[in-house]
């Protein structure tokens, strides 16, 4: 199936000397929620902003669905969605004229109904004859929302789109991304809060100095590169851990209280079982034991440092 998004080789300097982007290819396809990720200054911003028609692109080729975004800018933008990290509204027009003039930039003729739903599905309804300078700084959020929304994409960008906005919002957001990729739009979304990308992700790319360094579905990345902890809370604190447990690579706590095994549950022998017997051999008792997996957020910097 052809992808939503198709980037082959993209490159972009600056005059500055700065390399943004160095070589970037990646597919997205139809119908998925693609998270990108990474540190300030990786390139997050001017990859959507090239794909969006906002920067020219320094070198390569980028189309959607089907759609060169140079050659067939005007059908490529139409299927384009895009809420910005920066807030940008007409601070004197009422929401109802902004997202209906909205929709009308893209050529799309009134639709009175679907505006009142988005509206409605953004809490906006009650705030339509409001003019922007007297919403709050979520509601502004909520307008931009309703805005890239309007002439119906099929393909919906979000840029940092939480970013200092309130738990209310947040939770209406995501509410609404799950209806939208119901109705099959692809959104790919750039954010801090990794646990969103957790929680929404179908596939996740880690960007870092201008290059992609993975591309992965979120369940395989996890299985792949998520470790598992067990903590053990000592019976009586430990001043050192016994040389024979050297092979077990265990942390003590700085209070000695705590024991931590790092292992990979996808092998077949994790080595628990040996370890809970060793340490009843050495005399070391444990009143409870709790297990976690590494999350989205450990990997990610785990991968990102390492690239450094």
């Known amino acids: 199936m052809q992808p939503a998004i198709s980037i082959q080789q993209l490159t972009k300097s600056y005059a500055s000397g700065h390399h943004a982007l160095k070589g970037i290819d990646l597919d997205i396809q139809k119908g998925e929620i693609f998270a990108l990720l990474g540190p300030n200054g990786a390139g997050k911003t001017t990859l959507i902003s090239i794909v969006c028609g906002i920067v020219n692109p320094g070198g390569g080729k980028v189309s959607v669905d089907g759609h060169d975004i140079l050659d067939d800018y005007r059908l490529a933008r139409a299927k384009i969605g895009l809420v910005p990290q920066e807030l940008f509204n007409d601070a004197f027009e009422s929401v109802w004229a902004t997202v209906k003039f909205s929709r ?120 792949k590169l998520g470790k598992k902890q067990l903590r053990l809370i000592l019976q009586r604190p430990l001043q050192s851990i016994p040389p024979a447990l050297d092979a077990y690579a265990l942390e003590l706590s700085a209070d000695g209280n705590e024991l931590v095994y790092t292992f990979d549950a996808q092998r077949q022998h994790t080595g628990i079982a040996e370890l809970l017997r060793h340490l009843g051999e050495h005399g070391i008792d444990f009143k409870d034991l709790q297990s976690s997996q590494s999350s989205l957020e450990d990997i990610f910097v785990n991968l990102v440092r390492g690239r450094a």
């Open 104 to 223: 009308g930039l893209f050529g799309k003729g009134p639709n009175p109904a679907y505006l009142e739903k988005l509206l409605r599905d953004l809490s906006l309804w009650e705030k339509r004859e409001a003019r922007i300078f007297e919403l709050s700084g979520g509601m502004k959020r909520r307008v931009m929302i309703a805005k890239a929304l309007s002439h119906e994409p099929d393909i919906l960008f979000l840029d940092e789109p939480t970013a200092g906005v309130d738990v209310e919002l947040r939770r209406d957001m995501w509410e609404m991304v799950r209806g939208l990729r119901e109705r099959g739009v692809t959104i790919i979304l750039t954010t801090h809060y990794i646990e969103e990308a957790e929680e929404m992700a179908d596939r996740i790319g880690v960007i870092s100095k201008g290059e992609i360094i993975l591309v992965e579905d979120k369940a395989v990345l996890m299985d």
